[in-house]
């Protein structure tokens, strides 16, 4: 898919919010507060976007931090027109949705579609797709940023209320990549990773990593992307999954030997890095395109999905095994397309083994679904936990699910929801 092709995809300026009559207005809350659904649980709405202070679009999932508190980004909205940043504080049986951060624009970043990390000093993390510099390798629009959130303190060191923004690096196109779609990933020392879909020497992305240095951080980049005969990779939507040896693993939308992505991972080799194809995707059984992150286990398998491809032409789940110095790929689902379509994002594993996801497409409405894949004797059984069905639950989620301690399910979609700019949810058991 062309760049302006997912662009436009993802980031639909002319939505328009759903009108719900006033009357209606307490019947749909109801509706809302409380949905059962298959296997004795219930789906809830645990915020509805509305364009304004709170932002609108969410396009990345959400993270949650040791006392069950949510953390996610709106790609447009807030206070200046230019996403936002918020928070969902659980208090008892309610949910406190605060806006931490609004973008400005310019220097200061614009249009988050990343999810937002915790790291090692409890702050937040996360990206701009656009802003920062404003000379960008021509770009009619600076390139993007890296951010850090954290609570704003007193001299004393007690918090004091609100949230203060530092920029940690404003990309410039080339040679250090634009657009970083994806979130970052922390190392054991603190060092942190994330990848540009466009930008780098070769002008289809780069995997970069900042380091800490003093009060602030060094950019380097690993490795950079290119086009043309040979590539095993190019144009990274995801980001990457780090293991204990400090190998990077992620995936590539485009490029390949077959032109429909691959999986890569990046080994550190004396001062550089050196890139293997560990799959490259044909289109065909396997899938192709794949937009989505991988999720690393204990065990050292990495699992994925592909928004195409597969044996019924919507997607795939697919799973790759460290074997022997080498990798075993297998494809362990196939979506049909229609009420299974492809999934635009990673899948997450309980406690169990048991994984979860969202189809962008699929469902009974058409506008995206909530699924569980149940490991077997005989392999993978696919169970539908939630067909979304606009504008009540909200629809085409992007995002990946995360999953808490007491296997509650949690999300956002992109659209719908009351007023038409996209909703938080939840599944409880």
């Known amino acids: 898919m062309a760049r302006q092709q997912l662009a436009a995809s993802i980031f639909n300026t002319n939505l328009r919010p759903t009108t719900v009559a006033p009357l209606f207005l307490p019947v749909l809350i109801a509706l809302l507060v409380m949905c059962p659904i298959g296997h004795a649980q219930t789906f809830n ?46 208090r008892n049986s309610s949910w406190i949705f605060t806006t931490l951060y609004s973008f400005a624009g310019g220097v200061d970043g614009a249009m988050p579609i990343a999810p937002v990390v915790i790291g090692p000093n409890n702050s937040l993390y996360g990206t701009t797709e656009l802003g920062g510099l404003q000379d960008c390798d021509g770009a009619r629009y600076a390139c993007g940023t890296v951010f850090n959130l954290r609570p704003a303190t007193h001299a004393t060191g007690s918090v004091m209320g609100g949230w203060s923004k530092a920029s940690v690096y404003a990309f410039t196109g080339r040679p250090d990549g634009a657009e970083p779609f994806s979130g970052v990933s922390f190392d ?33 980049v690993i490795y950079s992307f290119a086009s043309g005969t040979g590539s095993n990779a190019c144009l990274p939507y995801a980001g990457v999954v780090i293991d204990s040896a400090g190998n990077l693993y992620g995936t590539a939308s485009a490029c390949g030997t077959n032109g429909y992505g691959s999986v890569y991972m990046l080994s550190p080799s004396g001062g550089g890095w050196i890139e293997t194809p560990l799959h490259e995707f044909s289109g ?21 999905t592909t928004s195409g491809g597969g044996a019924g032409g919507g997607g795939t789940v697919f799973e790759l095994t460290p074997t022997g110095g080498g990798w075993v790929f297998q494809t362990i689902y196939s979506f049909t397309g229609g009420a299974e379509g492809g999934s635009w994002a990673g899948v997450t594993m309980d406690q169990a083994g048991n994984l979860y996801g969202t189809t962008l497409y699929g469902g009974g409405y058409g506008y995206g679904n909530i699924f569980e894949l149940t490991p077997t004797e005989s392999g993978w059984t696919y169970t539908s936990l ?27 979609t992109s659209e719908y929801g009351i007023h038409g700019w996209g909703t938080v949810w939840e599944i409880t058991p």
Do not use: C
């Open 188 to 220: 054991s020392s603190g060092n942190m990773y994330g990848t540009t879909y466009a930008g780098g020497t070769g002008g289809d992305g780069t995997v970069y990593r900042e380091t800490p240095s003093g009060n602030g951080w060094v950019e380097s």
């Open 386 to 412: 939630y067909d979304f069905d606009p504008p009540y639950g909200g629809g085409y989620p992007y995002s990946p699910v995360i999953v808490d301690a007491s296997g509650n399910l949690y999300g956002t």
């Open 45 to 90: 709405v645990l915020h509805n976007f509305t364009l304004g202070s709170d932002g609108g679009v969410p396009v990345a999932g959400l993270n949650i931090d040791a006392a069950g508190n949510l953390y996610g980004t709106a790609s447009q909205g807030g206070a200046y027109g230019y996403g936002t940043v918020f928070k969902l504080a659980h």
């Open 284 to 304: 065909g059984a396997d899938g192709g395109s794949p937009y989505g992150g991988l999720l690393l286990d204990a065990s050292g398998n990495l699992y994925g």
